[in-house]
């Protein structure tokens, strides 16, 4: 793989949640969620985009999420369940990304907000039409997606360094 392997990131925000009696990282989709997320994978389906790795927080809402998500990919990509993902903060994130491997051209990161929509805003640096905008006006709602496309390796992720190419917000 060469310095310019054009390369994309796909962040997905949990679908909804319960607001339930059970501890944070424990809290299950609503129904509303079990719909939003294999409708999502669908959206994602529909770009061609399929993830070469998948970096899956450890929450129940999350893993719930991935299990409905992925459902409606052409094929499954390999998964990892990251406990660092839960709660990660965007210098947190960005270690996660620096951390792949060269030979994953795509890669999924599904987790939780704040962490999606800053992750998303800061390492897009360029944005097609009015994404980043419209991305930033709607606060990254649950089941919402951003791909971000970048030339070079993992290594090398920073902020501003690619160009948001798709904004996928679950009710549009």
Known sequence: MSAETPRRIVLLRHAKAEWSETSDHERPLADRGRKDAPA????LAGTGITPDLTL???AARTRET????VSELPQRPKT????RLYEASLGE????????SDDVNDLMLVGHNPGMHALADALAGEAEGD???RMNRTGFPTAAM???????SWKTVEHGVGRLVAYLPPHE
């Not at 990892?80 to 406990?83: C, L, M, R």
């Open 40 to 43: 999502a994978g669908r959206r």
């Open 56 to 58: 899956c927080s450890t």
């Open 66 to 69: 991935w299990k409905l998500f």
């Open 80 to 83: 990892v369940y990251e406990e």
């Open 93 to 100: 994130l960005l270690a996660l990304l620096n951390e792949t």
């Open 131 to 133: 994404l980043l905008p």
């Open 146 to 152: 951003a791909v971000i496309a970048f030339t070079g």
